[in-house]
């Protein structure tokens, strides 16, 4: 895709938006139907990221990353702003096995592409536990309680690993990360 | 910059991008940025890019297909915040034609300048909307039959195989037919007496054997629901990676998202194989 379909959007293009749901539309909606309890749920929360996206367009920039990650950053805060207006998702997906844990490592061959095979190279480098936490934290939506008790971890114990986890992945994957001046580095 | 303290910012940092703060952590959060001279949307952009890579990584290839009428929600949803936006724009043209300049000449006509400048918004608010309206009726998608038709009559090298029954006790009374062209990197897959899934439980998932790939690691097709209607569904391929030279095709009963690597346990149709 030669100009960014954001960049359109922002541009007013309506053809662009029209790509934009047929390329990141599956992806929100994955998301969102795994982090909340149900499909109606999901749906609003999709309707309610998409628009977000439209109205945010004009900020992406793509010198400092990809479509796709800054999609999946607004509709992750959406998700998270959800999920704590209810109080955290109760455990109520089956947890994940270690196939799921073996599978993302598995993945690092598909032809992808460099900022994801990056990602995954990085999370290769992840202890297990680390992985695990951050898993159910990103993709099931679960809170740092909801994961405690779910795999009989102490509450600390777990943001401990989602901290060290995602500081790790941060310095891992320094250079495809925004930084603005003077900030912490990792 | 103390040691303990740049270690707790990056704690509330990371907190506030996994799982939200508190309104007390927010506060000390804004204190601690303030402190470290770190501008807090940047900051948080930061993060929140980690957790969406890492979200990107862990979703993999599980991406599952949006419900239908979502999709259609979401394009209007699209349409009326392109309406919304165009209208602002098209107050811009009226003024633009009625620029502030030329106000002096317009008072001389003063009961003409409300209707010149109604006359002229509507106009351009009906030429918006049959530009709108012919620009929708061009970028509709044709039927998924169609699209199928469309391979079939481009295709060069489109190879199509009926389905034949899977050992699986799941398959129901599956017929219909798979294609799909290496050059063109597309199929579609047409399923009658599959029996729907409830897709809260499991999904379908279709498997591509590859020449040019290891047997035992098939490409993934992608996932798919057959609802409760029954009839014939139509299903388009997604393969997630290049196919080279497709010769087999499998569909799975899996867990909802489909996996990475399938335990083969419920094969309900081939094709091929």
Same mark, same amino acid.
């Given at each position: 895709?030669?100009?960014?379909?954001?960049?359109s959007?922002?541009a007013?293009n +309506?053809? =662009?938006m029209d790509?934009?749901l047929q /390329?990141?539309?599956?992806?929100?909606?994955?998301?969102?139907?795994r %982090? $909340? &309890?149900?499909?109606?749920?999901?749906?609003?929360a999709t309707?309610?990221?998409?628009l977000e996206?439209?109205?945010?367009?004009?900020?992406?920039?793509?010198?400092?990353?990809?479509?796709?990650t800054?999609i999946?950053t607004?509709?992750r805060?959406r998700?998270?702003d959800?999920?704590?207006r209810q109080g955290?998702?109760?455990?109520a997906e089956?947890l994940?096995?270690g196939?799921? +844990?073996? =599978?993302?490592e598995?993945r690092?061959s /598909?032809?992808?592409?460099?900022?994801?095979?990056?990602?995954y190279a %990085? $999370? &290769?480098?992840?202890?297990?536990?680390q992985?695990l936490?951050?898993?159910?934290?990103?993709i099931?939506?679960?809170?740092?309680?909801?994961?405690g008790?779910?795999?009989g971890m102490?509450?600390?114990t777990v943001?401990s690993?989602?901290r060290?986890?995602?500081?790790?992945?941060?310095e891992?994957?320094?250079?495809c990360l925004p930084m603005?001046?003077?900030?912490v580095?990792? | 910059?103390?040691?303990?303290?740049k270690?707790?910012?990056?704690?509330?940092l990371?907190?506030?991008?996994l799982w939200?703060?508190?309104?007390?952590?927010?506060?000390?959060?804004?204190?601690?940025?303030?402190?470290?001279?770190?501008?807090?949307?940047?900051?948080?952009d930061?993060w929140?890019t980690?957790t969406s890579?890492?979200?990107?990584?862990?979703?993999?290839?599980?991406?599952?297909n949006?419900?239908?009428?979502?999709?259609k929600t979401?394009?209007?949803d699209?349409?009326?915040?392109f309406?919304?936006?165009?209208?602002?724009?098209?107050e811009?043209?009226s003024?633009a034609i009625e620029?502030?300049?030329?106000k002096p000449?317009l008072t001389?006509v003063?009961a003409?300048?409300p209707?010149?400048?109604?006359l002229l918004t509507?106009?351009?608010?009906?030429?918006?909307?049959f530009l709108i309206?012919?620009?929708?009726a061009t970028e509709?998608?044709?039927s998924?039959?169609?699209?199928?038709s469309?391979?079939?009559a481009?295709?060069?090298?489109?190879?199509?195989y009926?389905?034949?029954?899977?050992p699986s006790?799941l398959r129901?009374q599956?017929?219909g037919?798979v294609m799909?062209s290496?050059?063109?990197?597309s199929g579609?897959?047409t399923?009658?007496?599959?029996?729907?899934?409830d897709k809260?439980?499991?999904?379908?998932?279709?498997?591509i054997?590859d020449?040019?790939r290891?047997?035992a690691?098939p490409?993934d097709?992608g996932?798919?629901?057959?609802p409760?209607?029954g009839?014939?569904v139509?299903?388009?391929?997604?393969?997630?990676?290049d196919?080279?030279?497709?010769f087999?095709?499998?569909?799975?009963v899996?867990?909802?998202?489909?996996?990475?690597?399938?335990?083969?346990e419920?094969i309900v149709?081939l094709?091929g194989?």
């Amino acid at each position: 895709m030669d100009t960014p379909s954001l960049t359109s959007v922002a541009a007013g293009n +309506l053809g =662009a938006m029209d790509s934009c749901l047929q /390329a990141y539309g599956r992806v929100v909606w994955s998301l969102a139907r795994r %982090a $909340l &309890a149900s499909d109606e749920e999901a749906e609003d929360a999709t309707q309610e990221i998409f628009l977000e996206v439209w109205k945010n367009a004009e900020r992406f920039d793509p010198e400092r990353g990809s479509e796709k990650t800054f999609i999946l950053t607004i509709a992750r805060r959406r998700l998270v702003d959800r999920l704590r207006r209810q109080g955290g998702r109760p455990g109520a997906e089956p947890l994940p096995d270690g196939d799921e +844990l073996v =599978a993302v490592e598995e993945r690092k061959s /598909a032809d992808l592409e460099d900022e994801v095979e990056r990602v995954y190279a %990085a $999370l &290769a480098q992840l202890k297990p536990e680390q992985k695990l936490v951050l898993e159910l934290c990103l993709i099931h939506g679960e809170s740092h309680r909801a994961i405690g008790e779910r795999i009989g971890m102490p509450l600390g114990t777990v943001k401990s690993h989602a901290r060290r986890g995602l500081k790790r992945v941060r310095e891992l994957l320094a250079d495809c990360l925004p930084m603005s001046p003077g900030e912490v580095t990792p | 910059m103390t040691e303990a303290r740049k270690q707790r910012l990056e704690e509330l940092l990371a907190d506030r991008a996994l799982w939200g703060l508190e309104e007390g952590e927010q506060q000390e959060l804004r204190h601690l940025l303030d402190e470290f001279g770190l501008d807090e949307q940047e900051a948080l952009d930061s993060w929140e890019t980690s957790t969406s890579l890492l979200t990107v990584a862990f979703l993999g290839n599980r991406e599952e297909n949006m419900p239908e009428g979502l999709a259609k929600t979401l394009e209007t949803d699209a349409l009326k915040h392109f309406l919304k936006n165009q209208s602002m724009s098209l107050e811009d043209v009226s003024n633009a034609i009625e620029p502030e300049e030329h106000k002096p000449r317009l008072t001389a006509v003063p009961a003409s300048r409300p209707w010149a400048s109604w006359l002229l918004t509507a106009a351009a608010v009906l030429l918006s909307a049959f530009l709108i309206a012919d620009r929708f009726a061009t970028e509709t998608l044709p039927s998924l039959a169609d699209q199928r038709s469309e391979l079939v009559a481009s295709a060069t090298d489109l190879l199509r195989y009926d389905w034949s029954e899977g050992p699986s006790d799941l398959r129901g009374q599956p017929s219909g037919d798979v294609m799909w062209s290496d050059e063109q990197q597309s199929g579609f897959m047409t399923f009658r007496g599959l029996p729907a899934n409830d897709k809260q439980s499991t999904q379908y998932q279709l498997w591509i054997f590859d020449k040019e790939r290891d047997a035992a690691k098939p490409v993934d097709g992608g996932v798919f629901d057959i609802p409760a209607e029954g009839g014939e569904v139509i299903v388009p391929i997604e393969a997630k990676i290049d196919v080279r030279e497709a010769f087999g095709f499998a569909v799975t009963v899996e867990e909802p998202g489909g996996v990475v690597v399938s335990e083969r346990e419920h094969i309900v149709v081939l094709a091929g194989l």
